[in-house]
């Protein structure tokens, strides 16, 4: 089972930041490169994001309402279910953080790359992370907006406020330029790509410096942690299941109840620690460990459901990247992007 470099990375700034972290005007220096930092990520991401060749997906417009129906409606009512769980397992801040999670949207790279090991739909698993992608954009924060305040996260119109900024226009940004930059971003991926990493590498540094130094993680036990854990697991499960199972009963072929399942049981973890930092600020710290816990568990897991898949005599009878119900296939030729 994989362990993903980067969560050693991010655990690796999370333990910097614990003994080193930002104070005084270090911590206002930290905190506009990270703000400015956010602002150029939604940017990248939208120069990336090719809206053309998620709108051709429309042709499969039931597998991709699908999946955005498991990632903003049926995740965010297990986040909700999971308030019952407060205060015996998890603590306010904890489960603020799982709800959190259940409100981001789903992956683009791992949901294409598990897909292909398992011989699904890719051209499928492409559109529905793209698509996913889009609309988290808008839709996570006014989910945000509704659910965490309803459950005493102190979400406050000037949190909006911030997203629009920080994040909206940015990425609105790079989609306008995209006709003018996108080749220069495509050559140019693999340096944008580790500036990317950097840049949440920043976020993160920024927002658990900040909780050390305000005391937040000494009101965390290991017990809680084990608890966050067990639930991250029973959701994944659930959601693995209702997402495979579902999409039988709704008698998609079994190239599409593969894309289906990697896409709509997995969370970015690119898009929400920048959207955190936004809008937890000082209590950024725990709002995003529950994701980056769920992100190496989803990774882990979905490595072997992909594996097992492949193996599947099931899988012979159609050809990789292809729907196996008639009438539902996508064209391809879709350019995998992040």
Request: charged share 15%; proline share 5%.
């Amino acid at each position: 089972m994989p362990i993903d470099p980067y969560i050693l990375l991010l655990l690796g700034t999370v333990g910097l930041a614990a003994l080193l972290p930002a104070r005084g005007t270090a911590a206002d220096i930290a905190s506009g490169a990270s703000t400015a930092a956010i602002a150029f990520l939604f940017f990248l991401y939208g120069a990336r994001l090719s809206t053309r060749e998620a709108m051709d997906g429309l042709k499969h417009w039931r597998l991709h309402v699908t999946v955005l129906a498991c990632t903003f409606a049926v995740f965010p009512v297990l986040g909700l279910a999971a308030r019952g769980l407060v205060p015996v397992l998890l603590t306010q801040q904890l489960y603020q953080g799982l709800l959190f999670l259940t409100l981001v949207p789903s992956t683009i790279q791992s949901s294409i790359a598990f897909t292909s090991i398992a011989r699904g739909n890719v051209p499928a698993a492409i559109c529905a992370g793209s698509f996913s992608s889009l609309v988290g954009i808008v839709l996570t924060p006014l989910l945000a907006a509704g659910l965490l305040s309803s459950s005493g996260g102190g979400f406050s119109a000037d949190s909006l406020v911030k997203i629009v900024l920080q994040l909206l226009v940015p990425f609105l940004a790079g989609q306008a330029l995209r006709p003018r930059i996108g080749d220069f971003v495509a050559r140019h991926k693999k340096v944008l790509g580790l500036v990317d990493r950097g840049s949440i590498l920043l976020v993160v540094y920024t927002a658990f410096g900040e909780g050390m130094v305000r005391g937040i993680w000494h009101r965390v036990s290991a017990a809680r942690l084990a608890g966050l854990l067990a639930v991250e697991a029973v959701l994944l499960a659930l959601m693995l299941a209702l997402t495979w199972y579902g999409a039988r009963a709704l008698r998609f072929g079994r190239e599409d109840r593969i894309a289906i399942q990697f896409a709509g049981s997995k969370k970015s973890l690119a898009s929400g620690l920048p959207m955190a930092s936004v809008l937890f600020g000082a209590h950024a710290s725990l709002a995003v460990l529950p994701l980056m816990l769920f992100h190496q568990m989803q990774l882990m897991v979905c490595a072997v459901i992909a594996r097992r898949r492949a193996r599947d005599p099931e899988t012979a009878t159609t050809p990789p990247g292809r729907s196996s119900s008639p009438g539902d296939s996508v064209t391809s030729g879709y350019v995998v992007q992040r």
